[in-house]
């Protein structure tokens, strides 16, 4: 990665009003383990080309890496809002969410994940986790029953190694259903 900031620094050498070039400089650096110089970068990328939305998405990473998530709830509510079709984003936005105990929020969010995920070809590796959030959310929200065919999803995507399955399983059988 380091070898790729050479042509960036180099652009934005030629020309400081390069936006892009600090998105992707920026998202190198959050790449090489350095989220702050990442959000600085990020954040002058979208001074210079505000309507540059995936920043924000790369912005809700690297607050997230640095724990600081509502700032990343924040960056990824301006990612969605904007762009409409990326599942990862909805996933982590609904993750983040969740984790701030906003379950009604997360489960619109994982909702659009699973959404676009499910009609996604391969399908992504993100989205059996995406499933078992979305469980989660339902079933802290109130919602318990429409947690299972999520619950059942991720068992059917989810690797079977998977940390997550025995739990998963569990909840399952706590709600009165054998899991297949």
């Known amino acids: 990665l380091g070898e790729a900031l050479v042509p960036v620094d180099d652009a934005i050498e030629r020309d400081p009003s390069l936006g892009d070039a600090y998105w992707i400089r920026g998202t190198i650096k959050l790449r090489s383990g350095r989220p702050a110089d990442a959000l600085t970068d990020l954040r002058r990328g979208l001074e210079l080309r505000p309507g540059r939305y995936e920043a924000y998405a790369v912005m809700g990473d690297a607050y997230d890496q640095l724990r600081r998530v509502d700032q990343a709830i924040e960056a990824y ?46 399908t992504p590796g993100w989205l059996a986790d995406a499933h078992r959030v979305r469980g989660e959310a339902l079933t802290r929200g109130g919602s318990a029953r429409e947690a299972i065919p999520h619950f059942r999803r991720y068992l059917e995507l989810a690797p079977a190694g998977a940390i997550d399955r025995r739990e998963v399983r569990q909840r399952l059988m706590d709600l009165g259903v054998v899991p297949e």
């Open 77 to 122: 509510t301006t990612a969605t809002t904007h762009v409409d079709d990326n599942g990862l984003w909805f996933y982590r936005l609904g993750r983040l969410l969740l984790d701030r105990g906003r379950a009604a929020d997360a489960t619109r969010a994982l909702q659009r994940a699973t959404l676009l995920g499910d009609a996604t070809d391969p």
